[in-house]
């Protein structure tokens, strides 16, 4: 399984950047995708999730300003982040469990690049002031 990432990038605080991602050799047509950023302490923080069904979760920090979406022909995930603080600046992973499995509480914060999920190779987001 190999997830691709693109659209980082650097933009002043206000600013939109969308986030894409592809996954290839996912079998399963009914995976959760998720993007996660990294957070102090090499952890990583679970952005924004999507079940197949279409159903989603933020965390509370996004709520509002970012937007996950996917289509499940593509086995592709976007992230539509807008009103970009500084703060949001650090390296974006997409992410797929390893295992038929939702994204749950125990998934909010999970060392980065761990061995329950599939990862891409991350990309950069720098937000300026």
């Known amino acids: 399984v190999q997830l691709v990432e693109s659209g980082g990038g650097s933009v002043q605080a206000g600013g939109s950047l969308r986030l894409s991602c592809t996954a290839s050799g996912l079998t399963s047509d009914d995976s959760d995708m998720a993007w996660y950023r990294q957070v102090p302490g090499l952890e990583c923080e679970l952005v924004s999730s999507i079940r197949s069904d279409g159903r989603t979760y933020y965390t509370d920090n996004v709520q509002g300003r970012f937007t996950i979406a996917h289509d499940n022909a593509k086995k592709a995930v976007y992230l539509q982040m807008n009103s970009l603080k500084p703060e949001d600046t650090t390296v974006y992973y997409c992410?797929?469990?390893?295992?038929?499995?939702?994204?749950?509480?125990?998934?909010?914060?999970?060392?980065?690049?761990?061995?329950?999920?599939?990862w891409g190779q991350g990309t950069q987001v720098t937000v300026s002031s």
């Open positions: 992410a797929a469990p390893r295992t038929s499995r939702h994204y749950s509480y125990s998934d909010y914060y999970v060392n980065c690049r761990n061995d329950y999920n599939y």
